[in-house]
Structures are given as C-alpha cells and as structure tokens.
Nanobody, 122 residues
Framework: QVQLVESGGGLVQAGGSLRLSCAASGSTFRFNPIGWYRQAPGKQHDVVAAITSTDNTYYADSVTGRFTISRDIAKNAVYLQMDGLKPEDTAVYYC????????????????WGQGTQVTVSS
C-alpha cells in the first residue's frame, strides 16, 4: 500500500509559482501512477495532473502549459511545479495513487490525506 503526504502549498500572488511535493512510502510506489488533485470549497476533487511509472504525463486542460508534474524514484517523491498561478487555482491540493481508465486518471483510493493549501491572490 502506498502512503502519500503532500507539502509545499502557500499564499502567492497571481502570476507566481509554487512547487508541491508528494512524499510516498511503500514498496509499490515506483510501479504506481500518481496524480495530483485539487478541491476548491464546495466542489469535488478534480484531477490536475498525473504521471505513470514510465513518466508519461497527463494534464487537465486548465493547467496545460503552466503546471509540470515530475517524479524522483530515488526520493520516492512526485512534484507539481506550478507557474503562472491564477486565483482560480486556489484549492487544497492532494496526491493519490491513480488508475487510468480510457486515458483519464482516476483515484485508486477513496482516502484523501491532509492535502496542502494553495491560495492565489489577485
């Protein structure tokens, strides 16, 4: 079982950048696709980006060209570099193990950790 802990959120002005980290534990990390999700108040978890064990990536249309997902197998970590942040990016960001169905990542677990808050001011 993979356990994931998010960090790196904060308050930033529009146009700024943040780098989120997802620290993973568990021997199956290197074989599991991992995704970043976000949840704004009153809304469901929406996928932001995902990366497979072979470094294939998926991005939501709303973040394509601004966000970059990467993974460091040696450090058991997945990162989300967020550039050109917009107020609508404000949300709690979570990582989760994912499974791809018809090319779209879906969360493998119903458990969402504490997440990390990202707030973008205008």
């Amino acid at each position: 079982q993979v356990q994931l802990v998010e960090s790196g959120g904060g308050l930033v002005q529009a146009g700024g950048s943040l780098r989120l980290s997802c620290a993973a534990s568990g021997s199956t990390f290197r074989f599991n696709p991992i995704g970043w999700y976000r949840q704004a108040p009153g809304k469901q978890h929406d996928v932001v980006a995902a990366i497979t064990s072979t470094d294939n990536t998926y991005y939501a249309d709303s973040v394509t060209g601004r966000f970059t997902i990467s993974r460091d197998i040696a450090k058991n970590a997945v990162y989300l570099q967020m550039d050109g942040l917009k107020p609508e990016d404000t949300a709690v960001y979570y990582c989760n193990s994912v499974i791809f169905i018809k090319g779209r990542p879906n969360p493998r677990s119903d458990y969402w950790g504490q997440g990390t808050q990202v707030t973008v001011s205008s």
